[in-house]
């Protein structure tokens, strides 16, 4: 199995590393990320694609995160 099978709790020490990783590595080659919006309160980042919407018609709203949903998430327990 190679490192990048594994999940992200086995290949980092902490959220906050694996985070780091995203938008250093992942957010430069428009890949999603998390950008820390206020403290403990994280907002996804999906790099260029956007959805395409009708004239006249509000862009979604984009999708927030706890940093507990974002540990539960990525299978941190500190």
């Known amino acids: 199995m190679t490192n990048e099978a594994l999940p992200p709790n086995q290949r980092f020490a902490t959220l906050d590393r694996y985070l780091l990783y995203l ?24 790099g ?13 709203e984009k999708k927030t995160y706890t940093r507990e949903e974002l540990m539960r998430k990525f299978g941190f327990s500190k």
């Not at 260029?48 to 979604?60: L, S, Y």
């Open 23 to 46: 938008r250093s590595e992942v957010g430069p080659t428009d890949g999603a990320w998390y950008r820390e919006i206020r403290p403990g309160v994280y907002q996804l980042e999906t």
């Open 48 to 60: 260029n694609a956007r959805r395409m919407t009708v004239e006249g018609e509000a862009a979604p």
